[in-house]
């Protein structure tokens, strides 16, 4: 396990194992989200662009043909535009909010991974790694895979708290699409109900990550690395017990 938290002044942080590497899971959709804003910003592309949906990608192992199975997303909405088309900003909610790897996938294609990693490293998100797409199983058994730190996941989300991202408009944006993210079962279970928070989970055969932007009173980042539990119940109660503490700890009235 992995946790980072800073508050968004500064003042007060708490970092164990920080730079330990984990297979990143569904938290790399956060940079190639800021990828897509700072291409918009660029005037690259446009969020009302459209975009045909295809179901066929190329490993980066071999150049071979490889496609996802419905059945293992999160999301049926952009399989469901299969032979039509989805705005770029479209196949990016439906990223992160429902974590589709097939939006996901079809960004990476159009942005470029390697913008998304220049981005990456133009940030100074340390230990961020983001080599391919989603189910890329040729890639997967080289060991090939996208990887994170919670440092890494810290600085991305301080960045974009802070409009120091894209910009504060563009990042501000982006804020709002993590807040409408679905899955609840971990950092946001330990805050008090109607607590805004803006977040990315990411989850695989034992591996569970959130890594959020947390609107409280006195507001902060925290990132939850886990790996080696088998049962997503007990990492996301695990995730939530350390929000819940982390959350009593930061907004304790003076003098407590």
Known sequence: MAVAFRTLDGRDDVLIDPDKPFHAASTMKVPVMIELFRQRAEGIVSLDEPLAIRNEFRSIVDGSPYTLSEG?????????????????????????????NFATNLLIEKLGVENVRR?????GAEGMQVLRGVE??????KGLNNAT??????VLLEKL??????GARADGEMIEVLKRQKFGDAIPAGLPPGTPVAHKTGNITRIHHDAAVVYATRP???????????EQKQSAALIAAISRAVFEATQAPAGR
């Open 72 to 100: 293992d997303d999160s999301d049926r909405e952009v399989y469901a535009a299969l032979g039509g088309t989805m705005t770029l900003g479209q196949l990016n909610e439906s990223m992160i909010a429902v974590s589709s």
């Open 119 to 123: 981005t990456v490293k133009a940030l």
């Open 136 to 141: 890329d199983q040729k890639a997967f058994d």
């Open 149 to 154: 730190t919670a440092r890494g996941l810290l």
């Open 161 to 166: 708290a802070q409009g120091q991202a894209v």
């Open 220 to 230: 902060y980042v925290l990132v939850v690395l886990v790996r080696g539990i088998d």
